[in-house]
């Protein structure tokens, strides 16, 4: 079945960093983009960034544009967000997320709190 497992969040100063990553299985990893999404509390659920199965294409939410780096290793089944010049509005749970078939993925989700 497929598993998504997110860890590296955690408590961080403005304008500090964060790598987040997300360890798959269950799928065959290589030929599926993947996405991380994030919800901070009282907001719906959105796109941070989306990287293409091979790695060549990545897009991101405006909002995290220069700040952000998704990348991933198909050889370890791995996913990582590597998130800079983090703001108090950065602050919410991170989502990694798979669509396989038909059906979307999600992992636990790990909280990333920026404040000081």
């Known amino acids: 079945q497929v598993q998504l497992v997110e860890s590296g969040g955690g408590l961080v100063q403005p304008g500090g960093s964060l790598r987040l990553s997300c360890a798959a299985s269950g799928f065959t990893f290589s030929t599926r983009a993947m996405r991380w999404y994030r919800q901070a509390p009282g907001k719906e659920r959105e796109l941070v960034a989306r990287?293409?199965?091979?790695?060549?294409?990545?897009t991101y939410a405006d909002s995290v544009k220069g700040r952000f780096t998704i990348s991933r290793d198909n050889a370890k089944n791995m996913v990582y967000l590597q998130m800079n010049r983090l703001q108090p509005e950065d602050t919410a749970v991170y989502y990694c997320n798979v669509l396989v078939v038909l059906d979307d993925y999600w992992g636990q989700g790990t909280q990333v709190t920026v404040s000081s």
């Open positions: 990287i293409s199965g091979a790695g060549g294409s990545t």
